[in-house]
DNA sequence: TTGAGCCGTGCAATCGATTGCCGATGTCCC
DNA sequence: GGGACATCGGCAATCGATTGCACGGCTCAA
């Protein structure tokens, strides 16, 4: 019998007299074949799977969102490869480089820059299949889910002015991630609009990290009279926040309303938990899936852009201010 | 000019006249050309590229060994594809038999289940290389690098014997994991030498999630008279012991000792911060991967154990009890 | 009986890069 | 000038699976 018959039966692509096919079947079983995955992807030109690339593993919010994806992947019979490109458009770049050549059929990102991300995106995008996730490049035209983030942060200003800041600063990173520019464009759109004003030098950049929450508490407190809430613009921003202030004697929400970004694990479980916003993760991984598989069966297609809403949940971390029973967590 | 010429001066093996050289790399340049690494894998049969397998992303702690692991990978030109088992042994075998069919060409694993995930892990290992890291299977003789764990809780229930705890709960994870079992038999045999109790219905078994912290806080709250100290086998339990607690006005260290352990970013961040013990997580990195390369190079040499030893850090959440200021002048 | 059509099977080309081997050319020294 | 030796470049085989094409055998209808 002919490799060519044994092959064709066990992909499936030729049914075979059920005598032959059986033979095959049970010889394959026996001796433990599995095909040569490299083999394979050399001769159809695809491998069964996908990469992703977020800008850091370290940040609950992005592993929760692989996790969902991976397990949409799974659905469809595709492996997930991560890589993590460490908030660094380069390293982000290299890693592109290595997925692209010849391991991926398609690449799910969330790019690390606007800007600095874009080139070597473009690249990419020009070789294989690639679809944004969360964040974006700016003025990109490719397969993109975003949450609407001018929409997420209005419903985080109303919240704040509800229960009553006036006054607020924004904790949130420098890097020029599209999530980073929306929300701080948000905060000063929908802050005027609802009377909670933010001084330029309540404006703290830095990292998405607990620790660069912390520290922004620590230049907060150094820096004269507190605002009347800390708007984060991420989870680990708001606990690190949070925590910082209460090594120092100063508590949310008595002291201050602290509210974050994401709604990782976390921000329910600390003390106090934390107001979020709450991204549609499942959703978002959803639909990033679904386009990229959109784009690999036809690379043709007009690009689109899929903009999912979040879900404001208030906790303790903002409850109204002269109300002393606590909000539970929710 | 050949394809045999210009693959011979791209890839090093022989230098070519200058001027050819010269040609070839200009033209390679110009094109854009760069290889395609599944041809190149087929035959070469070597990919650059090395799995790991992680019971959970989304534990810091194996996100921080992941970067570690990444970064010293980077340094020998090799790719790092991440998977995550999701505590599942099913869904680890899998993950292992995708990387194994030709895709990588070596494998780091923290295997979820001491035995289950003992079968395919040597499958595995009969045909890539593979090391076993943070975590293993019972009685396997593969390369592994692995924390002390008698020797880690040791140290941990000396501190909380030294601060004054005479009772002590364990709040660790159901599954099987090597991790879990020898924390589990060193807080046993150590309780006893030092004079810290450990009643069975104080030992406190889920998963290793801030959730579990969070639940096993409410158990101890509903069953009785709280233990002098929580020992947490890991530093997101002792985060949602701690936070859980203070929910319900317990708070430590006045009320109760809480150790973690691992030493995540987050650890030194709650308040109160918590006690811990730092695994040497750079360290294990570079071991595993210096494994992998001796093992890659020499496939037939005998199965190494390298053994690390961690540091106790001691914060907020042990204090002395009834010691306000540390030894001085009264 | 014959031609058309279908099915199962095998041959051989193909995917793209690498590499063993060989002939050609050049260099150096006796 | 001639032989030993090193260097350079190209042919063709190779990695392992997939697949276009063709061939033999079969059924069925005219």
Redesign the pocket.
Known sequence: ?????A?????G?????P???ARVRTAARDLG?T??S???A????TTGNVGMVVPSIGNPFFTSLVEEVEHHLAGMGLNLFLCDARNDPELEAERLTSLTRGNVDGILISPVDSERSRAALEATAATVPVVQLDRFVRGSDGDRVILDDDHAIRLVVEHLADVGATTAAFVTSTAGSSSAHLRLAGVQRWGLQYGVSIAPDHVLDGEFTLLWGARAADRLLATGPLPDAVICSDDLLAVGMVMRLAQQGVHAPTDVLVSGFDDIDLASLTVPSITTLRQPRERMAAEAVRLLAARTADPSRAGSTVSLQGVLVARASTARRHDAAPAGPS
């Open positions: 019998m002919s490799t060519a018959t092959s064709r039966i066990l992909s692509a030729r049914a075979g007299s005598e032959t096919a074949y095909g040569n490299i083999a394979r050399l001769r159809r030109r």
